[in-house]
C-alpha cells in the first residue's frame, strides 16, 4: 500500500473511532469485560498517547534520523501510572483527535519523503513505511477491540439476552 494511502487511513480512523465511543458516557467507558481487560477510557487514552510518543515521534525519527535512538515508551505501564481509568473519555477522545490531526498534518507537509529510511531498532531493521503500516495496523486493531467491548458490554447491559440471531460472535 503506497504511503499516501495508509495516511488517509490514519485520516479515516478519527471518524471511526469517534464514531465508535464518541457518544458513551463517563460512567459506562470504566466498565471492564473482566479485570484483564482495557476499559474503553483506556484504550482511548492509550491512543492519544501512542499518536504522540509513539508512532508519530517514532516514525518522524525514522524519516529525519534513523541513526537516532527512539525515546523509551511504556504502554502497558502508562495504564496505572498516567491513571487512564480515572479520565474523562470525552477529554481522551478531544487529546486523540487532536494529536491525530498534528500528526496527519506533519505527515502531509513531509517534502519528498524517503519511506525506506531505516531505523536499526532491537527487532531488526525498520523502514519508515514498516512503522506507517503499523501505524495503521494498531488503529485497525484498537478498532477491533472496542468493536469487542461494545459487544460484550451489550451483552452484559442486556443481563443475558440472548444475542443469538444476530450471528455468531
Known sequence: MHPDRMIEELHQGIDVITGLVGHIDDESARWRESPNRWSLVEI????????????RTRTMLTLASP???????DPQGWITSRNYQEKSLATCLDDFRAERTASLQQLRSLNDPDWSSTHQHPLGPTTATFM???????DLHHIRQIVGWR???????????????????
Open 151 to 169: 459487544y460484550h458490554n451489550l451483552d452484559q447491559a442486556t443481563d443475558g439476552l440472548p444475542l443469538v440471531y444476530a450471528g455468531e460472535w
Open 44 to 55: 482511548v487514552a492509550h491512543l492519544a498517547d501512542e499518536e504522540r510518543e509513539d508512532f
Open 132 to 138: 506507517l503500516a503499523n501505524w495503521v495496523a494498531h
Open 67 to 73: 541513526e537516532t535512538t527512539w525515546p523509551p515508551i
